[in-house]
């Protein structure tokens, strides 16, 4: 694979993505979900284990600051943004839990699918053990994924099971957010001028896709 230059960073990293991209938008549940063909206990089980990996995302934001050299004092300023941003998401998705007749205490209880786990282990060694800008390649997928998926399929998910709007906190609100986050990132991407930094955030990103297709995938135990 060629090294990225800062100029075309991020349009690169979406063109080196592409095929792990695919292997999580084909996961089964996503097509039904876009299909409006869902149940409740499908959609409180996605919304578990977002539950499970979102309240890392402020830690492992904060992770990577603490991991950066004085050249990339800029970047810890976009950070602080993110963590404002990011902060509480996590009690949105229990508010929508207990909106969607799930129990909220229950899944504040309760342990992650192994697929969610190795998601955010990975995201973990990315932050503390390897180039810790690496971890922006999780961004790009989650907030990527959201902007193409979230406002359609809470359309589709409130309209098939006739939910109330509070139950899609979450969706619709990441959705919009992250349409501001996705240009936000670009432009961190494409400030990064080491390759080796680039190539971290590749990295990462095509591991995530699978990760995250997983943790998609593992929800079919739930539509089974």
Known sequence: MSMLSPVDAYGRLADSTQNSRGYLLSAPVIRRALAGDVTRDLYVAFLTQAYHHVKHTVPLLMAVGSRLDDSKDWLRSELVHYVEEEHGHEQWILNDIAAAGGDAERVRRSKPHVETDA??????DV????????FFGMVFVLEGTS??????????????????????????????????????LAGIVNRLDAPSDHMAIVDCANAMFWLYGNVFRSLERVAV
Not at 127 to 134: E, F, I, L, Q
Not at 158 to 170: G, K, M
């Open 119 to 124: 998601m955010v282990a990975y995201a973990y």
């Open 127 to 134: 932050a503390m053990r390897r180039n810790t800008v690496g």
């Open 147 to 184: 902007v193409a998926l979230a406002l359609d399929a809470a359309s589709r998910i409130q309209s098939a099971l006739e939910l109330p709007d509070r139950a899609f906190s979450y969706l619709r609100s990441h959705g919009k957010l992250d349409q501001e986050h996705t240009q936000h």
